[in-house]
């Protein structure tokens, strides 16, 4: 696969409050804003933990078989150092897809990083689906 068939996802990192804020209410203008930014984009931010969390539960509902990260991630949720961790992170997602192609992950990132002036989003990247340049999934 060459670099430009790759596909990209936008991840950011929160204070814990503002974490809170976006996976609930959004009564913040920092979470209205990034739901903002999201909704023009055609994405939406979700939390790491709740996306682990919701793996957890349909593995569990339709046999944890079928699910071979379902010890992994059932792991991470029950750690409470790990829980913290991950609730404050996001990946935006595009529909339902969790990578997209790059014009769309470059558009979104750029827009936050121009929201971000006062720094209150703690990071924000782009990760591709490289696997030279991620972790990948534990064997077991």
Known sequence: MTSNEWLYQVR?????????????DCNLNLSKE????????????????????????????NGIE??????????????PKKKIKHSKSFAFYYGDEQIYEKR?????????LEFNNENKIEEIKIIDSNPRNNPQPPKK
Request: glycine share 4%; proline share 3%.
């Open 104 to 112: 769309l992950a470059d558009s979104l990132y750029n827009d936050l």
């Open 66 to 79: 079928g699910y071979p990260l379902y010890h992994w991630t059932k792991s991470v949720v029950e750690d």
């Open 12 to 24: 950011i990192k929160l204070s814990q409050n503002f974490a809170d804020d976006l996976r609930n």
């Open 34 to 61: 990034i739901n903002k930014i999201a909704k023009k984009h055609k994405t939406r931010p979700v939390c790491t933990l709740d996306g682990f969390l919701d793996y957890v539960k349909e593995a569990q509902k």
